[in-house]
């Protein structure tokens, strides 16, 4: 699940980048800015989601360290 979360996160920022771009490209900085922010907001939710993911393998891991 923790690569599928990635994959999102990389195919959202490839997607803004493009999208920012072009918007630069027409001289549309309030809508260039306002597609970075919203997809920054959305990267920090995906974030989150990948952490929760990961979680549970880390906890696994550092205790393998306590017990022993």
């Known amino acids: 699940m923790a690569i599928l979360w990635v994959v999102i996160i990389v195919i959202l920022n490839v997607i803004s980048k493009y999208l920012a771009d072009r918007y630069l490209n027409n001289n549309a900085l309030i809508k260039a800015r306002i597609v970075a922010t919203v997809t920054v907001l959305i990267q920090c939710v995906f974030i989150y989601f990948l952490i929760k993911s990961i979680i ?9 360290f306590y017990h022993h």
Request: a negative charge; zero cysteines; glycine letters at 0%.
């Open 56 to 64: 549970p393998y880390v906890v696994d891991f550092l205790n393998i």
